[in-house]
């Protein structure tokens, strides 16, 4: 199983960022789908999750409203569509799957900065 995260970078309070997370070696479309986050001195925390069909969607209080998670089962992507971002959004996200066995996986993480 491999997760790749990209698309983060340095960003001003109140701009937009999409990542996206391609992954292979799993049976894509049949499992939910995960964005964590962590940062600097603190756990990691899920921000959001997707199911196999895309159909349910499920987002952290924190990021109620302002970030949005999809997928592309074509494209074996899924996708956090972050707007009106805040400085506290500032972490590293990571994407996640949880496969049939129980094994959890994880992307290496692309950083996100929220600062002007």
């Known amino acids: 199983v491999h997760l790749a995260e990209s698309g983060g970078g340095l960003v001003q309070p109140g701009g937009s960022l999409r990542l996206s997370c391609a992954a292979s070696g799993v049976t894509f479309s049949s499992l939910a789908m995960s964005w964590y986050r962590q940062s600097s001195g603190n756990d990691r925390e899920q921000v959001a999750s997707v199911s196999g069909g895309g159909g349910m969607t499920t987002d952290a209080d924190a990021v109620k409203g302002r970030f949005t998670v999809s997928r592309d089962n074509v494209k074996s992507t899924i996708y956090l569509q972050m707007d009106n971002l805040k400085p506290e959004d500032t972490a590293v996200y990571f994407c996640?799957?949880?496969?049939?066995?129980?094994?959890?996986?994880w992307g290496q993480g692309t950083q996100v900065t929220v600062s002007s």
């Open positions: 996640s799957v949880v496969t049939f066995s129980g094994s959890r996986y």
